[in-house]
């Protein structure tokens, strides 16, 4: 049972390429979050799903993209990063009763 | 709006010392509470929650919290802090039937030996 993973732990972009993070979670979870964690602004809620096929807008979604095509899976994409995408990015997942559970991160730096 | 506050951005005390993080919520119904640690470089782990009944919540590695409605508070105690609970501290409060939690901004907890 290895819970929630993501792939990959780190990269480096140049602006305008894209990329996707992939998480994987193998707890049955319907739901599922991708975050964003910046110094001094704690965890930022991207994007969202209640179930496979559905998707929702978080916090801060623009330039973004995410899919969940099948239950254990959720994909975020950047389309064309930017430096202001610099980041640290969370994914977990969550059961009916709230409690979330995280992978281990994608460091991502946009140069 | 529901809100989580966190209102110690940094704490330092000495290993064997008592803590205690404080946690503020706003939220009008009553709440699903939660804490996490996040060591450096790692992921967020789940310390405790609390969702209804006894107001002290048993967490694991030590660590209690005890939900008061009257303080709209959940603050988090460790009767005596080890060098390896150097770390940073988030409480959250989930909101609406979506799931999704509101955080605080987090407490960055320092060990000193």
């Known amino acids: 049972n290895a819970g929630v993973t993501q792939t990959p732990k780190f990269r480096v972009l140049k602006t305008g390429q894209s990329m996707t993070l992939l998480c994987a979670q193998d707890?049955?979870?319907?739901?599922m979050y991708w975050y964003r964690q910046d110094p001094g602004m704690g965890l930022r809620l991207i994007h969202y799903?209640?179930?496979?096929?559905?998707?929702a807008k978080g916090e801060v979604p623009d330039g973004y993209n995410v899919s969940r095509l099948k239950k254990q899976n959720f994909l975020l994409g950047l389309e064309s990063a930017a430096p202001s995408q610099t980041s640290v990015y969370f994914c977990?997942?969550?059961?009916?009763?709230?409690?979330?559970?995280f992978g281990p991160g994608t460091r991502l730096l946009v140069l | 709006a529901q809100s989580v506050t966190q209102p110690d951005i940094h704490i330092t005390v000495s290993e064997g010392a008592s803590l205690e993080l404080r946690c503020n919520y706003s939220y009008g119904a009553t709440p699903y509470l939660f804490w996490y640690v996040q060591s450096p470089g790692q992921g967020l782990q789940l310390l405790l929650k609390?969702?209804?009944?006894d107001t002290l919540v048993q967490g694991i590695k030590g660590f209690e919290a005890e939900f008061k409605r009257s303080q709209s508070s959940f603050n988090l105690r460790k009767p005596s802090v080890h060098w390896s609970d150097a770390a940073e501290y988030f409480c959250?409060?989930?909101?609406?039937?979506?799931?999704?939690?509101?955080w605080g901004l987090g407490t960055s907890l320092a060990v000193n030996p």
């Open positions: 799903s209640v179930g496979e096929g559905t998707t």
């Open positions: 977990a997942s969550s059961s009916g009763d709230g409690t979330q559970y």
């Open positions: 609390y969702f209804s009944g």
């Open positions: 707890m049955n979870h319907e739901y």
């Open positions: 959250a409060v989930i909101a609406g039937n979506n799931r999704k939690l509101i």
